[in-house]
T-cell receptor, first 113, second 113 residues
């Protein structure tokens, strides 16, 4: 089954404790992206990757890091989480080309206290 | 720069009534337009997309949307609402230059019996 998986689905952590949210896709997609969803703000892009070893900032990259060492994986790293990073996070992937559908993971709900 | 405006953060309809969710876009180049649906505790799922092939686009679950360049609109409609349509709906725009999706802030649809 074609899918994007994220782990963990739910995470409660404390300020400053480094964490990683994993994302993996099995569709051989070149493009992968991370979004955060906040009430009233819709989805905002954090980082994206056009292919292996190619990453770039989205609209809200501060406080986040990513890496793309393998085509299928695109982890999101929070080196020192803060309460304003409490949000719902989605990973997505697609083949390249502006009209391509993006496939979304199920989401990771992160709470930073 | 591209942007998307969704009018109405909440829309309520009775079961069997017409569903109309509004989306206006801004783009300096011909856009690709998407409607995604998010059911509770799930990721986003593509409903339909406009890629310039036809101005009236039919999607899944009986939804359709019409691209109107003169009005810069891409409103989503369904003739008869069903209880299972209750969800949050997002309009998004991209161009052929990048795979970046710009999302609207979302419209939550409630369906009453």
């Amino acid at each position: 089954e074609a899918q994007v998986t994220q782990n963990p689905r739910y995470l409660i952590t404390v300020t400053g404790k480094k964490l990683t949210v994993t994302c993996s896709q099995n569709m051989n997609h070149e493009y992968m992206s991370w979004y955060r969803q906040d009430p009233g703000l819709g989805l905002r892009q954090i980082y994206y990757s056009m292919n292996v070893e190619v990453t770039d900032k989205g609209d809200v990259p501060e406080g986040y890091k990513v890496s793309r060492k393998e085509k299928r994986n695109f982890p999101l790293i929070l080196e020192s989480p803060s309460p304003n990073q409490t949000s719902l996070y989605f990973c997505a992937s697609s083949s390249t080309g502006g009209a391509r559908e993006q496939y979304f993971g199920p989401g990771t709900r992160l709470t930073v206290t | 720069a591209q942007s998307v405006t969704q009018l109405g953060s909440h829309v309520s309809v009775s079961e069997g009534a017409l569903v109309l969710l509004r989306c206006n876009y801004s783009s300096s180049v011909p856009p690709y337009l998407f409607w995604y649906v998010q059911y509770p505790n799930q990721g986003l799922q593509l409903l339909l997309k406009y890629t310039s092939a036809a101005t009236l686009v039919k999607g899944i679950n009986g939804f359709e949307a019409e691209f109107k360049k003169s009005e810069t609109s891409f409103h989503l409609t369904k003739p008869s609402a069903h209880m299972s349509d209750a969800a949050e709906y997002f309009c998004a725009v991209s161009t052929g230059n990048t795979d970046k999706l710009i999302f609207g802030t979302g419209t939550r649809l409630q369906v009453f019996p």
